[in-house]
């Protein structure tokens, strides 16, 4: 077998490789993408078995499916815990690819699960929805200080019909009345689709299981409990809720020793979906339906079977604890 410890860059890698039968080892920088897909077609086409491995990145879509269509098995692996087995505090391209393949050749590489393409394109559904949010939501935030300007403060009723006539009949200077046309312009056109992909969210959650368990909790919608179906995936990964909280994010930094404890701010780790609202309470809420609906994804229950056999069942005075 050929085994390859990949030091991955957007323009070039950086491997280092070792063919395993022969103990033959070899270094080289490969240009992207023609040079380094030459050169690992040569490598399938040879017959020979070959084993890659790279950190996760989030530019190596196009790298990952070469090597799934020359069925080239690729490890991805946890770049903080790769980070961690570097013992020298020089670190050059030669280097991060040589400790890769060490680690592979020790099966010390610590490999990451890694989302199905499926899974992946529904992603972007998600992320494109909510950028397209993001997106309407400052272009809202530059329009109500357009109003404040002209003394108009009405909040959420300015995008209601009279909120909206007002906010078009104030006279102001002209640059200032084409910013005001353009931006109404742009969210007019982004409100059909959001909502047309508000529409294929729904349609997508009610197409799976899971997401359609999750979305009998209250307070769980489609693009909720699709987000959270898609980032944990499989639910088996996590030994317990504590896990998954950290997983998302919704843990606090620790920097403790010895009898100090000292707590920070969340760890923001993980997908951004799954933590809307930077309040104290939210957060605290945020993680607490996340451990629900964990435990409701690995034991297949929908609300009505978490309610009864969830954390609180048996406890004094519930109706299906003890009395």
């Known amino acids: 077998m050929i085994i390859i410890g990949v030091d991955f860059h957007p323009e070039f890698q950086q491997i280092a490789l070792m063919d395993s039968d022969t103990g033959e080892f070899q270094e080289r920088r490969l240009a ?10 040569e490598l399938a086409a040879a017959g020979q078995k070959v ?14 499916r070469v090597l799934a269509e020359l069925q080239i098995e690729l490890w991805i692996g946890d770049a903080a815990e790769i980070r961690t087995r570097r013992v020298r505090k020089q670190k050059t391209d ?19 699960w890694v989302p199905s393409w499926e899974n992946r394109d529904l992603r972007q559904l998600l992320w494109h929805r909510h950028r397209m949010v993001q997106a309407r939501t400052r272009i809202m935030n ?26 078009e009949s104030f006279r102001v200077a002209p640059w200032a009345s084409r910013r005001r046309r353009d931006l109404l312009e742009l969210m007019d056109r982004l409100n059909p689709t959001i909502a047309e992909l508000s529409q294929a969210i729904e349609q997508e959650a009610e197409k799976c299981p899971e ?10 919608g489609a693009l909720t409990a699709l987000a959270f179906v898609l980032i944990i995936g499989q639910a088996e990964r996590f030994d317990c809720g504590k896990q998954v909280a950290s997983y998302l994010g919704l843990v606090p930094l620790e920097d403790s020793s010895g009898s100090r404890r000292r707590l920070g701010h969340i760890t923001k780790q993980g997908s951004s979906m799954m933590r809307r609202g930077r309040k104290t309470a939210k957060v605290a809420m945020a993680r607490k339906l ?12 929908d609300y009505e079977q978490w309610k009864k056999f ?7 005075g519930h109706r299906d604890g003890v009395q």
């Open 32 to 41: 992207h993408r023609e040079e380094a897909e030459r050169f690992y077609r």
């Open 51 to 64: 084993r890659v491995g790279m950190e996760a990145s989030g530019h190596a879509r196009w790298f990952e």
């Open 94 to 112: 030669r280097q991060d690819a040589q400790l890769i393949l060490k680690l592979m050749l020790k099966d010390d590489f610590p490999k990451i």
């Open 142 to 167: 530059q329009l109500q200080a357009v109003a404040l300007n002209e003394g108009l403060r009405c909040k959420k009723r300015l995008w209601r019909q009279h909120g909206r006539e007002q906010l």
């Open 211 to 220: 997401a359609r368990r999750l979305m009998t909790h209250p307070g769980v």
């Open 290 to 301: 996340a451990v629900r609906l964990y435990w409701m994804m690995r034991k297949g229950w």
């Open 310 to 316: 969830g954390s609180h069942a048996g406890q004094p």
